[in-house]
């Protein structure tokens, strides 16, 4: 009998460790994101999306604008004021700015807008299109708790944050 209870204590520890699996792999599920390849975006767009990829691992701070922490709407606003396109600064403005184009339409240089809080539609994020293929559209933004990285409408998180995009060019 004494035997027999560190084996069942083993049986029931190494059970318990299963649920983890099948709980990480569900974090990792990816949606398919229809979207129009055979445009080519522009030299200024792709201008743009280059200069923003420069901020890649740059920490995040509400209301920055530089290498040294910069927000959403300030790594969008600093993109453009470099190439001599003047846009608002901050994401509400930016969310009304340009014209408004279907998901299956983006191009390298548009935005796409994010509504992140919870049971709430306002749009309270932004990111630059960085790149369009089959299936997928890829994003650089400056997240609150990573800063700025790219990231992808496939994911779970931004495929059901997604509100909208506008092209500005």
């Keep these: 009998m004494k035997q027999l209870l560190p084996l069942l204590l083993l049986i029931l520890l190494l059970g318990s460790c299963k649920s983890k699996k099948s709980y990480s792999s569900k974090k990792r599920q990816t949606h398919t994101v229809k979207v129009n390849t055979t445009a080519k975006p522009s030299e200024k767009a792709e201008t743009i999306a280059n200069y923003a990829k420069k901020f890649n691992g740059t920490r995040y701070k509400y209301g920055g604008t530089t290498k040294r ?36 339409e983006v191009n390298v240089g548009d935005l796409v807008f994010f509504a992140t809080k919870k049971n709430s539609r306002k749009v ?9 293929r089959t299936g997928n559209v890829e994003f650089i933004h400056a997240s609150s708790s990573r800063g700025v990285m790219i990231s992808s409408l496939a994911e779970k998180y931004w495929y059901f944050a ?8």
């Design 69 to 104: 922490g910069m927000d959403c709407s300030g790594l969008v606003y600093t993109s453009f004021n470099d190439n001599n396109v003047s846009v608002p600064r901050t994401t509400g403005g930016l969310s009304s700015y340009g014209s408004w184009i279907d998901v299956k």
């Design 124 to 132: 309270n994020h932004v990111g630059i299109v960085t790149n369009v």
């Design 162 to 169: 997604f509100v909208q995009a506008r092209r500005i060019l």
